[in-house]
């Protein structure tokens, strides 16, 4: 298997239960490599540029809202099949229907607020991490 990265947010909530350092402690343990990271508000226009994709869902405005309303962590990760792997470690988007032991059923609340962002895609986690970490704040993939 490659090497991959992949784009995770501590969301709003996890970070008002001060869990943040209990889910990167978590990923790390999962054998992922945090290669950046930061704490950060994100502003309206920031969140809603991330969040573009989803602009014509119902769910947008209540999104937006809720990603800006305290502080969150952006972190850029490597590993092995990281998207899949990461993907697994969040667990179900519903924090009631993921396994024991995932992030979003350890400490997500709800659908709306389950404690973590994950990329979906290689694709879509090199945009993520590059909206966020631009320039040389990561390195560049070796090879």
Known sequence: MAVERTFCIIKPDAVEKKKAGAVLALLEEKGFSILACKRMT??????????????????????????????????????????????????????????????????GGNVGENAVHGSDSLENAKIEISYFFPGNEVAPVAG
Not at 67 to 86: D, K, S
Request: no cysteine; glycine share 8%; proline share 5%.
């Open 42 to 107: 994100l502003s309206k226009d920031v969140a809603e540029g991330f969040y573009a994709v989803h602009k014509a869902r119902p769910f947008f405005g209540e999104l937006v809202q809720f990603m800006t309303r305290g502080p969150v962590f952006v972190v850029a990760l490597e590993r092995e099949n990281a998207v899949a792997e990461y993907r697994k470690v969040m667990g179900a988007t519903d924090p009631a229907k993921a396994d024991e032991g995932t992030i979003r059923k350890l400490y």
